[in-house]
């Protein structure tokens, strides 16, 4: 197995609500802003090769929405999914399976893309199976007021259309669900209902997709919530078991947002649990 970082695309969203009732004089310690309040996020996915699979989780914004919608999000660097996965010798057509944590637009917009002649969509990985959930993509089809923003019926039912759908069983407990792609998922609510993120055992250690869980490492702080959250007191808990596991058990998290971290350590501290070192991919595992 190798695993690679896929920069997708890089944007600016504004401070107040990725860090929530966090006051602005704190979080800008960690998350620095612009004159308008922005700060850096990334749209990171990670790519597995494992054996005759190849393995995309999350997809970023993708390209087919109008200037308008790129317009409110500030898009910044030359990072696309394309010249990122050239970096490591593949393309679109290569990728055997997209996993998608949730369908948010920033998540899976790049699963989709205008047909040729642009009267239509089709997938963005012809030869991909797509991986969701049962109980998310209802969810996301039947979207409340609150996310209904975020689930974009052109990212979402063309997925379905295509016939390349295939859902990932939701277990009993939350934090023991597996799949059939070689790696388990912990499944998370407090974000929005049945987010999947990927634990991969990969050369000794444990590496943990922190997708909207933790979205940068300024998020690790308990109670350092994003505003755009269905639950956020039950984020809180859930932040709170995932960070002693990943303390107790070593784990490695892989940020999707941070701009500057790719992957990070834990330690305990008087404070509670912190970031202990912060690293690249290629730090860590040479690629």
């Known amino acids: 197995m190798k695993i690679y970082p896929i920069e997708?695309?890089?944007?600016?969203?504004?401070g107040g609500a990725m860090f929530g009732v966090v006051p602005k004089t704190i979080w800008t310690r960690t998350n620095p802003a612009d004159d308008n309040n922005m700060i850096?996020?990334?749209?990171?996915?990670?790519?597995?090769?494992?054996?005759?699979?190849?393995?995309?989780?999350?997809?970023?914004?993708?390209?087919?929405?109008?200037?308008?919608?790129?317009?409110?999000?500030?898009?910044?660097?030359?990072?696309?999914?394309d010249s990122s996965l050239a970096k490591y010798g593949f393309t679109r057509d290569d990728v055997t399976d997209v996993f998608l944590t949730h369908l948010h637009f920033d998540h899976c917009g790049g699963?989709?893309?205008?047909?040729?002649?642009?009267?239509?969509?089709?997938?963005?990985?012809?030869?991909?199976?797509?991986w969701s959930n049962k109980d998310h993509w209802q969810w996301a089809v039947e979207p409340n007021p609150r996310e209904k923003a975020s689930f974009l019926t052109e990212n979402i039912q063309p997925i379905k259309e295509s016939g390349q759908l295939n859902?990932?069983?939701?277990?009993?407990?939350?934090f023991n669900g597996t799949t059939p792609l070689g790696f388990d998922v912990i499944f998370v609510d407090g974000h929005t209902d049945k987010q999947m993120l990927p634990k991969i055992q990969y050369k000794d250690k444990t590496i943990v997709y922190t997708a909207d869980l933790i979205a940068t490492a300024g998020h690790v702080p308990l109670v350092y919530v994003m505003g755009y959250d269905t639950r956020p007191l039950l984020t809180i808990k859930e932040k709170e078991i995932f960070l002693d596991k990943a303390v107790d058990e070593n784990w490695i998290l892989a940020f999707e947002h941070d701009a500057h971290n790719q992957l990070a350590t834990l330690k305990r501290t008087e404070r509670g649990v912190r970031i202990d070192e912060t690293f690249t991919f290629n730090e860590v595992f040479g690629e």
């Open 8 to 14: 997708c695309g890089n944007l600016k969203l504004d």
């Open 40 to 81: 850096d996020i990334a749209t990171r996915s990670l790519l597995i090769e494992d054996g005759d699979r190849l393995i995309l989780i999350d997809t970023g914004m993708g390209n087919k929405q109008n200037e308008k919608f790129f317009g409110y999000y500030y898009l910044w660097g030359n990072h696309d999914i």
């Open 111 to 130: 699963a989709i893309q205008w047909n040729k002649d642009r009267t239509g969509y089709e997938p963005a990985f012809k030869n991909a199976k797509f």
């Open 167 to 174: 859902f990932i069983d939701v277990p009993q407990d939350n």
